[in-house]
């Protein structure tokens, strides 16, 4: 009786020492798989905000070339205007002098 006695509390502690081995390797690889996780959501995030930065450059960039072509327009416009001018002061003292 006491050899299996011994034997069912042998047995009993075996089984503990299993669950608990089991419970541990769950766990161990619950935390595995959230740190998998973990790191493929900051790669992706990482590799998003490069992107965008990349984006935010490429923005800059084209918006410092629209400001100097709308530059240029407003420089060709104002020496139009400037010419414009000129002319119909030319055209009326023409027609100044030409009634005097």
Do not use: P
């Not at 020496?79 to 003292?93: A, G, I, S, V």
Request: hydrophobic content about 30%.
């Amino acid at each position: 009786k006491k050899v299996r006695f011994i034997q069912g509390l042998m047995e009993r502690k075996h089984m503990q020492n299993t669950s608990h081995s089991f419970r541990v390797w769950v766990e161990y690889s619950m935390q595995q798989k959230l740190a998998e996780q973990f790191e493929e959501k900051r790669s992706k995030l990482e590799k998003d905000s490069k992107e965008l930065l990349s984006n935010k450059d490429k923005v800059l960039v084209n918006a410092g070339n629209k400001a100097k072509e709308s530059q240029k327009e407003y420089e060709t416009l104002k020496e139009r205007q400037t010419k414009l001018k000129q002319k119909l002061l030319e055209r009326d003292n023409k027609e100044k002098s030409l009634l005097e």
